[in-house]
């Protein structure tokens, strides 16, 4: 049988080859398989738990649109569209956000990394974004999730938060209790400036990260720079465990040309880093670049990326506004 795969991607700028290699890359595989109905989200809900200026939040959903559409996802197969459209989520949330425990969100990691020290400052919605994740996901019963490493935790609440509304209101199996989709290898894709930092939108210096936007020369550059260490390249997987920068470029290289990690260590033992560094940069260059390309040839057509948000919305609310309207029945409105 099919999955109902859902999965979500904040409109906060930046898309970058994380993104594309933890997530998207996956998205396209699952929507390319005819058995699999998949909704991508905009999640322009998360995107303001951290300020945002109203102006570049606009553009940034429709270039999430369009990094969606650039990498591969078919808007006519698929559901593209934007959370904050569809009212069910911000209700879902609220509704569970009553399910969820204080204890459950305090364990979240990623809250205490994106709150750093002041976390007195940081927003209730930053706080809370798990539970207005897990509603997005609940609401269209998604039995798969695909997500990067990093969201992992956030899945496992969500199935807490499912298990207790259904035991809490003796039903069974009402909400799916759904499964993630985390790839085995390359599935946290680190800064190319610190080998123990995960690649981010919001690291200030744009050589750690690949953009998905980024030109041809952009990336030779920013891989000619990337951090090695002074040693040749490793003869052994072994050594990558203490070698995290060569265990980062070859999981990329990796990823990049399907093969195992393994079989990358062996084809580059012993070698110069600036020869593998030649390959990897033509690697990337062959993959980001039609995207990059596309990207921004769909960028001049708004009309066209809103058409595809308009349609999406119009699809996930037959579903979401169904199955809220049982959750508000259930819990007794
Ligand atoms: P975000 O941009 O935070 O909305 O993330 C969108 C998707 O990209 C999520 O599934 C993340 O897990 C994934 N992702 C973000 N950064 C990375 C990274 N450095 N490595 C792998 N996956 C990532
Ligand atoms: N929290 C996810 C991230 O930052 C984005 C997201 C929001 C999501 N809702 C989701 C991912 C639902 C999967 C399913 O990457």
């Known amino acids: 049988m099919g999955k ?4 979500g991607v904040q409109p906060t700028g ?17 929507d390319n398989d005819n058995d699999n109905e998949c909704i991508f989200c905009v999640v322009d809900l998360h995107a303001i ?3 945002q200026d ?3 939040l606009r553009n940034n959903i429709r270039e999430t649109v369009a990094t969606f559409l650039a990498s591969g996802i078919n808007p006519i197969k698929s559901i593209i569209f ?3 459209a569809v009212a069910a989520h911000a209700e879902g949330a609220w509704i569970l956000s009553c399910v969820a425990r204080m204890g459950w969100l305090n364990r979240m990691t990623q809250f205490k990394e994106k709150a750093g020290k002041d976390k007195e400052k940081a927003s209730i919605g930053l706080y809370s974004y798990p539970v207005l994740m897990a509603a997005d996901i609940l609401l269209y ?3 798969h999730v695909p997500v990067g490493d990093d969201q992992k935790q956030h899945l496992e609440l969500c199935r807490d938060i499912a298990q207790k509304f259904n035991n809490d209101f003796k039903l069974e199996n009402f909400l799916k209790v759904p499964e993630p989709l985390i790839q085995k290898e390359f599935s946290r894709i680190m800064s190319l400036k610190d080998g123990t930092k995960k690649m981010s939108k919001s690291e200030l210096s744009d050589l750690s990260r690949i953009n998905l936007t980024d030109s041809k020369d952009q990336i030779i550059n920013k891989i000619k720079k990337a951090k090695t260490d002074p040693l040749p390249m490793p003869q052994d997987i072994k050594e990558l465990d203490e070698r995290l920068e060569a265990k980062n470029l070859l999981g990329i290289y990796s990823s990049l040309t399907n093969s195992t990690l393994q079989n990358s260590v062996k084809s580059f033992a012993g070698k110069n880093f600036s020869e593998f560094k030649v390959r990897l940069g033509d690697e990337l260059v062959n993959k980001i670049e039609p995207i990059s ?5 769909l960028l001049g057509d708004k009309n066209f990326l809103d058409k595809i948000l308009l ?4 699809k996930a609310n037959n579903i979401a506004s169904k199955k809220i309207k049982r959750i508000k029945e259930i819990v007794g409105f």
């Open 14 to 30: 930046n898309l970058h080859l994380g993104n594309y290699l933890g997530a998207i890359k996956n998205f396209v595989n699952l």
């Open 293 to 297: 390309n596309e990207i921004k040839k």
């Open 49 to 51: 738990t951290v300020k």
């Open 54 to 56: 109203p102006k570049e």
């Open 141 to 143: 019963d998604a039995t």
């Open 82 to 84: 934007n959370q904050s």
């Open 311 to 314: 349609d999406g919305v119009e």
């Open 4 to 7: 109902k795969i859902f999965s």
